[in-house]
């Protein structure tokens, strides 16, 4: 297969979807969702590695995909879009609301683009693409606690953006060349990693939910329209879980230390994954648990990546396979008990009151300006009248006081008194000088 | 006079001329001054093509008329002021097209476009400046033709507000001409010169040449509303919003921030500038006023309030780069210049229309509008996230060169600042994006004007939609040829290499 | 060599506005055509001779035949010329004014019959003075001048403008008299009149300290130097509205012209405390002009205060003894000259327009006057010196020459000044924009008063981009050249 068709089918995969996006462009299509992965499947089809460079996109970016592990991951996202989609399509047998759509496909070039991107820059765009396009999708498809999820996840997201963007912007002042690869080297040759390091983990691990900073997911996981919840699994998770493998110096660097603390965290994920499951007891909650213990199982094997850079240039490719399974995993068990449910095997929570007050992060913004309203409007008001008030009085006496002097200066005995003085003066002081 | 030293005086006048004559059109010509207008702006589009295209391969384009003994009146086309140029050139065309449909059958038409075609001469003279005394002259013609505009609507709190501006900008102003007075009997020489023209100076004049850095500087700061200088500039939003927008995005903030980057760059020299100790201070300033104005515009509930405090942070960006001594932060500050405004303007173009068409000034009456105009609110979007600092948009690309540029001048916690300014952007502008995406509207907007089956008016729409999609393709396309991008990187090629 | 025939244009411009005034006296119907061909001829004169001085240099005339010492002498060279072509360009721009002021239909014909020969014997005077080469002959015109200003303030009638022209009157006799006693002492002690001579002759002595006194501080109550500026106001603010503008640029403007010559070159013995003192009141006056303008309820009071501070600009210079000091203050006299023009103009069209110049009732008023408020508007920024404009030019030398000298402090009261009537320009100007629903009985101007306060504001304006013009004037004949060696 020669380039330019292959280079331009790597580029329609994430335009396709852009494209369709707007709901002019596709009003013609009977079923757009499906017609936007059409080029992913394309591609799949495709046997070997294509890949192009695009000098002049941002700072130079690229989309490409390799042999193994990367295709494998586009088709396993490409089969739960597929599915997802016909969910969209199916849960009401009614055409869905065009902005679901429009978000759906939103998150779906995202993702396929996350997927493609062989460089930082690139990654990071399409990942906070599909961070926001998939916050929208949750908020334009769900109730009232998926809104609240929506917005726990939203502040993750930002946050998580934000240590990204530093991270990014110390491989780039290290490295120069923003490829994965040269990233890869540039990040392990370097004196002090640390910054950088801390910064990858903690904001995939945000974006992921891996625990302690799972906030959002049990959360999303309760109540999301099928169609969504099943791609909780393959679209932030998965992509998140990708994000540790292709930013992270692994296989480049050892540290034990840091790899032990990974590996006890992600052991301590996977114990309260098991505990919260069985303590919570409500099969509801059981893909996110799931989904907690599967990460948590990720960590460790990311731990111990770190700690140990032969064993992972062994075993790397593992990880591809546990986001594929902890993507199609998660999945599965969301149509399991989506179709219990539907089936009445577990009783809805209809009973409990919808809790609709925003969440905590919310509050504390909210409060502060009431504070701000109350404490400092109040006094500014006060200080302001005062000042104008004082301000008036001032103007007054100053105009008072000009008015009168200058009335003074204009009678006809003090301007010849002045006027004498003056004489007097200017022959003193011609005088003095000369003297 | 042959055409290389015309050009820049071609550039002023048309603006001007046009200006000139749409002051005594009679009210109801319409059609002609809407004419002038649009062949002013898309002639001064075509000569700075002409302009930029000579600078790119070497011309020399100045003119020179001499003002006192000594001293000129010097325009000249070099590489920095070609940025801020096609800046002011490309969206001034677009706002008089926004503008047409916004006054449309409003009264004092004449004299609004009279004093907007000055508004932008002064803007073009401000930028294609070639010494100190001739920034000068425009930078105080700007703040005259500004004001007109500012009080337009001629209600009590218009008036206020002009006379807040006038407050601020006259005394700045006169900072500005003690300074570069001084300057001038130090110095003997006011002409801007890559790398400054004052580092060759007696070394017994540095005490002096800080107190004259500071005078310019905080003349200057009032219009690029530098803390705590910029108390004006929320009060002025009171203007029509092609006001505003013109206002934020191109004319007078810019002129502010734009002439602190040739005080740093071609009077003082960055690295004089740095030898002098007055760098770390300015971007100390700089990074305050961001934080501090997301912070304040976190707490308005007015949208254009909130937007102009938005500028007040988003402006320091630029001076911020510039102050952080290094080529990748100079790149980060001069770009921003450009993308600032592009994206500034796109919101005050979206606020213009929502309250032009249902009424609607505060963030609270937002719920549900997206529904009813789509394609404005798509225009917003694009223009926050921006501001936001999300890749692949313009302001990703400021965003990142700031950044790389701080960690490359050693001065990491230029980051933090960043940092914590994206996330108070984001605090400001998601809730305005959800409510008006995700929340119920209203039964009944304020005050809707229908425009048939469209939104609004095709005058007001598009401005937007093509700033908006300027927004996109500035941060996509960063590295294409001709980029604004590449335009700071051959600038700030030359201010570095020696 | 020269296209310029070679006539003695200094007598010229002195006979020409003479032969003008007898005219409209003899012929009051057709005093219009008369004054205007007057001033244009004038306006001519006034080129020729700067022809000349360009070509040849300054001038000397022996009026006469006689020369010094005790012929009548005139001498032009690069500062007299600056100061004729201020008189000729202001002058023109208000006899064309006034064509319109004094010939409106409802207009009393007996005021414009006194107006016209007035004027031209007024500027006659003006040319005179700024030409004479003596002390003497400079009382005589500066005697005259200001008779015949007091006689067009009177014009105005009423009781405002008779006490107005009466406090004109004696203040104008106590100046002079001031003057001719030290003409007389000085004339005593080394036997001259003429300036070149007692320049040679002058050495200090008691005689010379008392003559200088008298002179300067009679010189100084003309010039209304605070705080004796008391008879300005009134008598500017309740003269009919050229005569305002004649009077604020340029009769005030002559004694300062007088002061000049005799400080460069009679006095030319540095006297640091005196020019300190000189300096002093002008900064005062600067800002006491300034603030009392800004608290003025009238119009016209206003601009009349407003003359006041910018005559302290030109004091400024004294202290500062610097070539470009004495430069700037002289192109401040020549845009104030201009523009104070304009904007008295702009107030006789708002006056006659709305029959009122209340500030806070304006809004009613120049909504309609579109070209008068923008007149007005053009000539405060040349009054608040915000470039590009004449102030600006002389502000900027003013305050180059400041600190040139170490004595920025000038500069500071510079810029104070300038905010000051920065703060009562927009205070007027604002009015533009206001919303005003009241209707309002006017009268319309005539189209060439409108224009005429349109184009003298334009002038100041382009003051601005063509200062090298009228600043390379000024260096014919040297006349700062002693203060530049020193």
């Known amino acids: 297969m020669n380039t330019v068709p292959s280079a331009l089918l790597l580029i329609l995969v994430p335009l396709l979807p852009l494209l369709l996006v707007f709901p002019a462009l596709r009003s013609r299509f009977s079923r757009p969702c499906y017609i936007a992965l059409l080029p992913a499947l394309i591609l799949l089809a495709v046997p070997q590695a294509v890949s192009i460079d695009l000098p002049w996109l941002l700072m130079g970016s690229g989309l490409g995909i390799d042999d193994g592990a990367g295709r494998l991951l586009l088709a396993m996202s490409v089969l739960l879009w597929a599915v997802a989609a016909s969910l969209l399509h199916s849960v009401n047998g009614k055409p869905v609301d065009d902005r679901l759509t429009s978000c759906f496909l939103l998150t779906l070039a995202g993702n396929l683009g996350a997927i493609l991107a062989t460089d930082l820059v690139g990654f990071f765009t399409f990942s906070s693409l599909m961070g926001y396009g998939f916050y929208a999708l949750l908020i334009a498809g769900g109730g009232a606690e998926t809104r609240r999820a929506a917005r726990v996840y939203l502040v993750c997201l930002i946050v998580a953006d934000l240590a990204l963007f530093e991270a990014l912007l110390i491989a780039a002042a290290t490295a120069r060349d923003l490829d994965f690869e040269a990233v890869r080297q540039a990040m392990a040759q370097s004196a002090s990693p640390g910054l950088y390091l801390s910064m990858v983990l903690a904001g995939f691990a945000l974006k992921a939910g891996i625990w302690p900073l799972h906030f959002w997911l049990p959360l999303a996981f309760r109540s999301f329209p099928p169609a969504v919840a099943l791609l909780l699994g393959a679209v932030p998770v998965a992509i998140a879980l990708l994000g540790f493998v292709r930013w992270l110096p692994l296989g480049e660097v050892r540290l034990p230390a840091l790899g032990l603390i990974i590996q006890a965290m992600g052991a301590a994920a996977m114990f309260y994954a098991i505990l919260a499951a069985a303590k919570r007891a409500q099969p509801i909650r059981l893909p996110a648990c799931a989904a907690i213990f599967a990460s948590g199982l990720f960590t460790t094997f990311l731990g111990v990546g770190l700690g140990d850079p032969v064993a992972w240039n062994r075993h790397g490719n593992v990880a591809y396979f546990l986001i594929v399974f902890l993507g199609s995993g998660v999945a599965v068990l969301v149509i399991i008990t989506g179709w219990r449910r539907a089936r009445g095997h577990y009783p809805t929570m209809s009973g409990k009151p919808v809790d609709d007050s925003p969440p905590w992060f919310e509050r504390w913004s909210g409060a502060l300006t009431r504070w701000a309203a109350q404490v400092g409007g109040l006094s500014r008001l006060c200080a302001a009248w005062r000042a104008k008030v004082g301000g008036l009085r001032q103007i007054r006496a100053w105009q008072r006081a000009l008015h009168g002097s200058e009335r003074f200066l204009q009678r006809w005995a003090y301007a010849i008194t002045l006027f004498l003085l003056l004489g007097i003066v200017v022959v003193f002081a011609g005088a003095s000088s000369w003297i | 006079m042959s055409w290389d030293s015309a050009l820049p005086l071609f550039v002023l006048a048309s603006s001007l001329l046009p200006g000139l004559v749409i002051f005594f059109l009679p009210e109801e010509r319409v059609a002609i001054r809407t004419t002038l207008n649009l062949a002013g702006a898309v002639l001064k589009l075509a000569l700075v093509g002409v302009m930029i295209w000579g600078v790119f391969h070497g011309s020399h384009y100045e003119t020179r008329l001499p003002l006192l003994p000594g001293l000129d009146l010097l325009l000249r086309a070099d590489s920095l002021s070609m940025l801020f140029v096609v800046l002011s050139s490309v969206l001034w065309l677009v706002t008089t097209v926004y503008a047409v449909g916004y006054l449309e059958g409003s009264p004092n038409r004449s004299r609004f476009f009279g004093f907007f075609s000055l508004c932008v001469t002064a803007t073009i003279g401000v930028a294609l400046a070639g010494n100190l005394v001739t920034f000068l002259l425009f930078y105080e013609l700007l703040t005259l033709a500004t004001y007109p505009l500012i009080v337009h609507r001629g209600t009590d709190e218009a008036r206020r507000a002009g006379r807040t501006y006038l407050i601020y900008t006259i005394a700045g102003g006169a900072l500005l001409l003690i300074g570069t007075a001084w300057l001038y009997t130090l110095s003997g020489t006011l002409a801007f010169t890559a790398r400054g023209f004052l580092s060759g100076l007696d070394e017994s004049h540095n005490g002096v040449l800080v107190v004259i850095f500071v005078l310019l500087i905080a003349g200057l700061g009032v219009k690029a509303a530098l803390i705590p200088l910029h108390g004006w500039l929320p009060q002025a939003m009171v203007a029509a919003a092609p006001v505003s927008a013109l206002l934020h995005a191109v004319a007078v903030v810019k002129a502010g921030a734009f002439g602190i980057v040739r005080v740093v760059y071609d009077v003082y020299g960055l690295q004089f500038s740095a030898s002098l100790g007055v760098t770390l201070p300015l971007a100390i300033v700089a990074a305050v006023t961001i934080i501090y104005g997301s912070m304040r515009a976190l707490f308005q509930d007015d949208l254009k309030r909130r937007l102009a405090f938005s500028t007040v942070s988003q402006v320091a960006y630029i001076v911020l780069g510039i102050t952080i001594v290094g080529p990748l932060a100079a790149v980060g500050g001069l770009v921003h210049l450009v993308h600032q405004g592009v994206m500034k303007i796109t919101l005050f173009f979206c606020a213009g229309n929502l309250a032009e068409t249902l009424g609607i000034h505060n963030v609270s009456e937002m719920n549900g509008v997206g529904r009813r105009m789509p394609w404005t609110m798509v225009a917003f979007t694009v223009a926050a996230f921006g501001m936001i600092g999300t890749p692949p948009l313009a302001g990703f690309v400021s965003k990142w060169y700031l950044g790389l540029g701080a960690l490359d001048g050693g001065q990491g916690w230029v980051i933090f600042v960043l940092a914590g300014s994206s996330l108070l952007n984001a605090a400001y502008f998601l809730p305005i994006l959800y409510a008006a995406w995700f929340k119920a509207p209203p039964d009944a907007w304020l005050a809707e004007r229908s425009f048939g089956g469209r939104e609004t008016a095709w005058a007001l729409l598009a401005p937007p939609l093509v700033t908006a999609f300027l927004t996109l393709a500035l941060g996509l396309l960063a590295s294409a040829p001709f980029s604004p991008l590449q335009w700071a990187r051959f600038i700030t090629r030359l201010e570095y290499t020696p | ?486």
């Open chain 3, 1 to 486: 060599m020269s296209y310029v025939p070679d006539i003695h244009w200094g007598v010229m411009v002195i006979v020409l506005p003479l032969a003008g005034a007898v005219c409209c006296f003899l012929w009051p119907r057709r005093a219009v055509p008369l004054g205007l061909v007057t001033a244009l001829g004038i306006v001519a004169c006034v080129a020729g001779l700067g022809w000349q001085v360009v070509e040849q240099g300054a001038q000397r005339y022996a009026v006469g035949g006689w020369g010094a010492p005790l012929g009548i002498d005139l001498y032009a060279d690069g500062l007299s010329l600056l100061m004729l072509m201020v008189a000729a360009v202001a002058g023109l721009g208000i006899s064309v004014y006034s064509c319109g002021y004094f010939h409106r239909p409802d207009a009393k014909r007996d005021k414009a019959k006194h107006f016209w020969p007035l004027w031209m014997f007024l500027w006659a005077a003006l040319n005179a003075l700024f030409l004479s080469a003596d002390i003497f002959n400079l009382y005589v015109t500066l005697e005259l001048l200001g008779l015949a200003a007091v006689a067009l303030v009177a014009l105005a009638g009423g009781a405002d403008a008779l006490t107005g022209a009466m406090r004109y009157l004696l203040v104008s006799l106590l100046g002079s008299l001031f003057y001719l006693l030290g003409v007389a002492l000085l004339y005593h002690g080394f036997g001259s009149v003429d300036i070149t001579l007692l320049a040679e002759r002058v050495e200090p002595s008691p005689v010379v300290w008392a003559a200088m006194g008298l002179m300067v501080t009679g010189l100084l109550l003309k010039t209304a130097l605070f705080p004796l500026h008391f008879w300005l106001p009134s008598a500017h603010a309740s003269a009919p509205a050229p005569v305002s503008a004649l009077l604020s640029a340029l009769v005030v403007k002559a004694s300062f012209y007088i002061l000049l010559r005799l400080w460069l070159e009679i006095f030319p013995f540095a006297n640091a405390a005196l020019a300190q003192l000189l300096g002093l009141l002008g900064a005062a006056a600067v800002l006491w002009g300034g603030f009392q303008a800004l608290f003025q309820a009238r119009l016209k009071m206003l601009i009349a205060y407003s003359t006041v501070a910018q005559l302290g600009y030109l004091f400024l210079a004294f202290p500062l003894a610097n070539v470009i000091g004495w430069t700037g203050a002289l192109y401040m006299l020549l845009s104030h000259a201009v523009a104070k023009t304009a904007m008295f103009m702009a107030a006789g069209n708002i006056l006659y327009f709305g029959g009122h110049d209340r500030i806070v009732d304006l809004d009613r008023v120049v909504q309609r006057l579109p070209l008068t408020i923008t007149a007005f508007a053009l000539a405060g920024v040349s009054i608040m010196g915000l470039p590009p404009s004449g102030g600006f030019i002389a502000k900027w030398l003013l305050l180059e020459a400041a600190i040139r000298a170490a004595q920025w402090w000038w500069g500071g009261i510079l810029i104070l000044g300038g905010l000051l009537s920065a703060a009562w320009v927009f205070k007027v100007v604002g009015y533009a924009f206001t919303q005003s629903e009241v209707p309002h009985e006017t009268r319309t101007v005539p189209a060439s008063m409108e224009w005429t306060a349109l184009v003298m504001a334009v002038v100041a304006i382009l003051l601005g981009l063509f200062a090298p013009w009228p600043l390379a004037l000024l260096e014919i004949g040297s006349p700062f050249g002693r203060e530049n060696a020193g």
